[in-house]
């Protein structure tokens, strides 16, 4: 008999703020859902150019919805969520490569699960869009990561590996497999898939929580603490 649990594999990358949202919803859901969750680092950089695609930033019209939108469903889903003072070149000008690596070298560090790639991705993520921190040079990698919980010396290693041609290589593979899910951002389409039987198998964006949980459960962005408040 085949088991009810199913695996979510998330593509994701620090720059977006919707997939720290996406992210933090999956991660209080994962045991309501019974799901085992995958994470998966990529680089938005590599999603946009492979598919074509403008990044929202790019755009007025879509950056300034964005930057409305993005305080609403910061509140819903309760994420500290602080835009830095200069939006344009903490996504752009400096960009996430260099901690998309760091990521990925971690999650190649670790071999069983994932606990060590969320807590170093949610530092990351906090640093860029709640405290409006750097993320691109070595020391603050290094904050990030012994905020998560990693060592002095076990830091020392990761950012050795983080520059090696594997781990380039492996993110470049990661992207790639976003991509051959026709994904066009990890901005406001990261996504979530989950294997199944069929095929093509289901992928969803980002905040598509509810497309899952209307297979599944949805008591809101809380669990712990279950609302009908819509």
């Given at each position: 008999?085949?088991?009810?649990?199913?695996?979510?594999?998330?593509?994701?990358?620090?720059?977006?703020?919707?997939?720290?949202?996406?992210?933090?919803?999956?991660?209080?859901?994962?045991?309501?859902?019974?799901?085992?969750?995958?994470?998966?680092?990529?680089?938005?950089?590599?999603?946009?150019?492979?598919?074509?695609?403008?990044?929202?930033?790019?755009?007025?019209?879509?950056?300034?919805?964005?930057?409305?939108?993005?305080?609403?469903?910061?509140?819903?889903?309760?994420?500290?969520?602080?835009?830095?003072?200069?939006?344009?070149?903490?996504?752009?000008?400096?960009?996430?490569?260099?901690?998309?690596?760091?990521?990925?070298?971690?999650a190649e560090k670790e071999k069983e699960g994932d606990v060590?790639?969320?807590?170093?991705?949610?530092?990351?993520?906090?640093r860029i869009w709640s405290t409006d921190q750097d993320v691109?040079?070595?020391?603050?990698?290094?904050?990030?990561?012994?905020?998560?919980?990693?060592?002095?010396?076990?830091?020392?290693?990761?950012?050795?590996?983080?520059?090696?041609?594997?781990?380039?290589?492996?993110?470049?593979?990661?992207?790639?497999?976003?991509?051959?899910?026709?994904?066009?951002?990890?901005?406001?389409?990261?996504?979530?898939?989950?294997?199944?039987?069929?095929?093509?198998?289901?992928?969803?964006?980002?905040?598509?929580?509810?497309?899952?949980?209307?297979?599944?459960?949805?008591v809101g962005p809380h669990p712990d603490k279950p609302t009908?408040?819509?």
């Amino acid at each position: 008999m085949a088991s009810s649990r199913k695996m979510v594999e998330f593509f994701y990358d620090i720059v977006s703020p919707y997939s720290w949202m996406a992210f933090e919803v999956l991660c209080r859901y994962k045991n309501v859902w019974n799901i085992d969750l995958k994470f998966k680092p990529a680089y938005l950089g590599g999603v946009m150019h492979g598919s074509g695609n403008r990044p929202p930033g790019m755009v007025p019209n879509k950056f300034h919805y964005m930057t409305k939108d993005l305080e609403r469903v910061s509140g819903y889903f309760g994420v500290p969520l602080y835009p830095p003072s200069d939006v344009f070149e903490a996504m752009f000008e400096k960009g996430t490569l260099n901690a998309m690596r760091f990521v990925t070298a971690v999650a190649e560090k670790e071999k069983e699960g994932d606990v060590l790639v969320e807590r170093v991705s949610r530092e990351l993520w906090k640093r860029i869009w709640s405290t409006d921190q750097d993320v691109t040079q070595p020391a603050s990698l290094t904050e990030a990561g012994l905020k998560a919980g990693l060592s002095a010396s076990e830091l020392e290693e990761i950012l050795t590996l983080s520059k090696s041609q594997p781990i380039k290589d492996k993110l470049k593979s990661v992207t790639q497999e976003a991509l051959d899910y026709q994904v066009k951002c990890l901005c406001c389409k990261n996504v979530m898939h989950i294997p199944y039987s069929d095929t093509p198998p289901p992928h969803f964006c980002n905040l598509s929580s509810w497309l899952i949980a209307s297979v599944m459960k949805w008591v809101g962005p809380h669990p712990d603490k279950p609302t009908s408040k819509m």
